[in-house]
């Protein structure tokens, strides 16, 4: 690593490092947004922000990449809890003008994969995500998501059977 190629708050990471992972990074946090590109633009941005600043100092406890998706996870959770406390000020609004709650249902006929993926509980869809789409190993999806590696194979092995399952309901459904 040369000298002009660290980040001056952060000399265990190199631009050249964050620039080879930065697809993954962008497609990470693309998931932690519902594949919105601008919130996603605008993480990565923060993420970067933190790194360059110091505020998130990497000390080589991990990888590199599973610690810029921590921060970028990190980011995403502080985001929807500021999201979620103003929808739940709006809604209790709305049921107080309208006197009932509204209700929005999804008929989805025939869900494709991603929709029993989004179907499973948060940390069972992020393990799947983490270990199919972004190529990180049980150990490293696990150390992201904050369990011990036992949790994080407990969830992927329940994830992999439940999908298995509504994989052979949709299949058996469709052959009638």
Same mark, same amino acid.
């Given at each position: ?9 952060? =000399? ?16 990470? $946090? ?63 609004? $709305?049921?107080? +003008?309208?006197?009932? =709650? ?8 025939? =869900? ?35 369990? +011990? ?28």
């Amino acid at each position: 690593m040369r000298d002009d190629d660290v980040l001056q708050n952060n =000399p265990q990471i190199s631009r050249s490092a964050l620039e080879a992972i930065h697809d993954q990074v962008f497609g990470w $946090a693309l998931s932690r947004c519902d594949y919105d590109r601008t919130v996603a633009e605008d993480l990565v941005q923060q993420t970067y922000v933190e790194l360059l600043t110091g505020k998130a100092k990497f000390k080589e406890r991990s990888s590199l990449r599973t610690f810029v998706f921590s921060v970028v996870q990190n980011l995403s959770r502080s985001r929807y809890r500021r999201l979620v406390s103003r929808l739940r000020l709006a809604k209790a609004v $709305a049921e107080d +003008t309208a006197g009932e =709650p509204s209700v929005v249902t999804d008929n989805i006929e025939h =869900p494709n994969v991603w929709q029993l993926v989004q179907g499973l509980s948060q940390r069972q869809r992020d393990v799947i995500e983490l270990v199919f789409c972004r190529e990180m190993t049980i150990e490293e999806a696990s150390q992201l998501m904050g369990v +011990t590696t036992g949790s994080g194979r407990v969830h992927y092995d329940r994830a992999k059977k439940r999908l298995r399952a509504q994989l052979n309901d949709y299949r058996d459904f469709d052959n009638e």
